[in-house]
C-alpha cells in the first residue's frame, strides 16, 4: 500500500473573507508538485506562520502591522509552495490560506461566502 504523510502547518486567525477558487489557482501548481513528490512512507513539511498586529517574537520587535514566515525544512519542492505564500498569502485573513490549500487538493471542494476557519490540523 502506498502512503504518502503530509503535513502542512498554516496558523489560522478568525475571517469573514470568502476565497473563489479562481483565487486558489495559484497556489495549485506548486503545492500539488509538493504533494505529488512525496515518496510511500516518506514525510514532508512546510511551515506557513502568519502575525497579524505586530512581528513575531523572535523578530527584531520591529513596529509592523503583519508579518509572514515560510519555513521549506530543506525540502526544493516546498520552496515554491513557500515563494507563492510569502507573496501571496493572507495574513490578516489567514484562514483563506488554509482554504486555498484544500480546494487545490480536492477540485471539488468549495466554501461557501464568509466560511470562518479558526484552526485547521490536516495530515
Not at 502547518?9 to 470568502?18: E, F, G, H, M, N
Not at 501548481?29 to 512525496?38: C, D, M, Q, T
Not at 513596529?63 to 525540502?75: D, E, H, I
Amino acid at each position: 500500500m502506498r502512503r504518502r504523510s503530509l503535513n502542512v502547518v498554516i496558523p489560522i486567525i478568525c475571517t469573514s473573507a470568502y476565497v473563489t477558487g479562481a483565487a486558489a489557482q495559484g497556489l495549485c501548481e506548486p503545492l500539488r508538485a509538493f504533494i505529488e513528490s512525496v515518496k510511500p512512507n516518506e514525510t514532508r513539511t512546510l511551515e506557513f506562520h502568519t502575525s497579524w498586529g505586530s512581528d513575531f517574537k523572535d523578530s527584531n520587535d520591529q513596529q509592523v502591522l503583519s508579518a509572514k514566515r515560510c519555513v521549506p525544512n530543506g525540502y526544493d519542492l516546498a520552496k515554491p509552495v513557500c515563494a507563492y505564500l510569502m507573496q501571496n498569502g493572507a495574513v490578516e485573513f489567514a484562514g483563506n490560506n488554509a482554504k486555498q490549500a484544500l480546494m487545490c487538493l480536492s477540485r471539488k471542494t468549495h466554501f461557501a461566502d464568509h466560511v470562518v476557519l479558526d484552526g485547521i490540523k490536516l495530515s
